[in-house]
């Protein structure tokens, strides 16, 4: 089936590379495996469920109009010569794309190096600029964080009260200080899922950026801080280490985040936490609960303490 799939992309298999590690979820899809061609080139194959297609078709016209624009370090993949991206095998879907090495990252002590905050300010910079204009390739409703925390809420008070208790009080905080701002921030074309680990490093910069699977519209701030909070989480002294404080730098100096949304930056990095403790809930993973647990908390706690850190308005003061 390999070759039969590679083959409708005009590719011929040499070689399955199982020896090649694949970076990004491997729950994007239901098979994936790296191939080298006659070519010369590596690509990856991947196999996905039929119900998930017009999601795929979506990421599909994202990443092409990206491309098109001229965007950098993104890898979309390859048209068939219909021009369509996705090929249908005996009711199997497939994609390709091509294979892009990488450089492991050092965990922790990769969350200090301040190199690395300046390549991720940029590429977010590069994205709000060549994302502009894009057509609304819709793969559903806007996702709105609150409205995810509050679903999440239900589905706590019914199955995990205790957890409930132990997070009502950052509830409380974002209800408080959060939730009426949020429905009034600009938006903007997002990626959705932007940490480190949704990079293909290379030994000095970023070679790709992957995992599109939650690309969409979202509040303008969002990309910055999904990226923040994953960097905290790794070790919550980061917060305010070199990376982190020359990412918010550089993204304050090219106002690729509206004052409004930057007041609020703390508060949606908070915010955020609430959907990787739903996928830890997900997982059943007992040890990772306790820990984003501890994690939210803290973040609510020093809340003031960050935004000085990293000089940012108060809503008030943004709305002058």
């Known amino acids: 089936m390999i070759r039969a799939a590679t083959g409708r992309w005009g590719l011929d298999v040499k070689a399955v590379r199982h ?7 491997p729950e994007r899809c239901a098979y994936r495996t790296a191939v080298e061609c006659t070519d010369g080139n590596l690509y990856v194959l991947e196999e996905i469920d039929g119900n998930d297609i017009p999601r795929k078709c979506c990421i599909h016209a994202r990443l092409d109009f990206l491309f098109r624009q ?86 706590l008070a019914d199955h995990e009260p205790d957890l ?42 970023i070679n790709a950026v992957i995992d599109w699977e939650f690309s969409g519209i979202k509040p303008d701030t969002y990309d910055a801080a999904m990226m923040i909070g994953c960097i905290g989480s790794e070790n919550p002294a980061a917060l305010a280490g070199p990376l982190v404080m020359d990412f918010i730098s550089r993204l304050k100096a090219c106002s690729a985040i509206s004052r409004l949304s930057l007041s609020v930056l703390v ?9 990787w403790l739903s996928e830890w809930l997900r997982h059943d ?30 809503v008030k003061e943004a709305a002058l």
């Open 164 to 205: 409930l208790n132990q997070v009502q009080p950052a509830i409380n905080f974002l209800e408080t200080d959060f939730a009426e701002v949020h429905d009034r921030l600009p938006s903007a074309f997002c990626h959705g899922d932007f940490h480190a680990l949704n990079i293909i490093w290379g030994s000095a910069g």
């Open 19 to 25: 020896d090649l590690a694949l970076c990004g979820s």
């Open 267 to 275: 508060e949606f990095v908070i915010a955020l936490r609430f959907a």
């Open 70 to 155: 001229g965007l950098a370090r993104i890898n979309p993949y390859l048209r068939l010569e219909t021009g369509a991206f996705l090929e249908t095998i005996d009711g199997r879907y497939f994609q390709i794309s091509r294979f892009i090495p990488g450089v492991a990252l050092k965990r922790p002590e990769y969350v200090l190096e301040r190199w690395r905050g300046k390549d991720l300010s940029d590429f977010l910079i590069n994205l709000r600029e060549k994302s502009a204009g894009m057509p609304e390739f819709s793969c559903g409703p806007p996702f709105s964080i609150m409205a995810f925390i509050r679903n999440l809420v239900r589905t």
């Open 285 to 314: 993973d007992r040890d990772m609960i306790d820990l984003e647990t501890t994690y939210i908390n803290l973040l609510c706690r020093h809340c003031d303490d960050l935004k000085r850190i990293w000089n940012v308005l108060t």
